[in-house]
């Protein structure tokens, strides 16, 4: 089986390769305040076709977590895949993402909504916002379709 070669949309994931430490403020649930919270991660290749985060960070009780997100592109989808796992939760995130056209990768999956009953549809977005630096953000869909922004966190280029 002959590897395919990598395209502009893998060579984008590269650029978030490296250690990096972050610092993120999320809101729990409807009505709380936000909290502040840091961690790192340590983003590593798979080839040059994937890349791997694994993460580490404080909960918003003090406690410790780790997380990992896969990310590569599937050339016959079109369309961006991955995963995401973190150990205070038991589901998996599946993601299915693309570009929005402002440099920024949306990663869509479904999940539990924290603000009302049932599924709803979240994105985790990727913005690469300078040399040494990206923003990482969620949202969820509100039961009336409007985005709720819940995190986001700014990761530097651990020295």
Do not use: N
Request: net charge negative; aromatic share 12%.
């Amino acid at each position: 089986m002959e590897i395919p070669p990598p395209r502009p949309e893998h060579e984008w994931l590269q650029r978030l390769l490296g250690d990096w430490s972050f610092e993120a403020e999320m809101v729990m649930g409807p009505g709380q305040p936000p909290v502040k919270t840091k961690g790192r991660w340590v983003i590593r290749p798979v080839g040059a076709l994937w890349i791997v985060a694994d993460g580490e960070g404080t909960s918003p009780d003090g406690e410790t977590h780790t997380s990992m997100m896969t990310i590569g592109f599937d050339p016959d989808k079109g369309r961006f895949v991955g995963t995401f796992i973190a150990s205070p939760m038991t589901k998996l995130w599946l993601y299915d993402g693309a570009f929005d056209g402002q440099d920024r990768l949306v990663l869509a999956a479904s999940g539990p909504s924290f603000v009302s009953e049932g599924e709803t549809l979240y994105h985790d977005i990727i913005e690469a916002t300078e040399e040494g630096r990206f923003r990482f953000s969620s949202r969820l869909r509100g039961a009336d379709g409007a985005w709720i922004d819940f995190m986001s966190a700014d990761y530097r280029r651990a020295a």
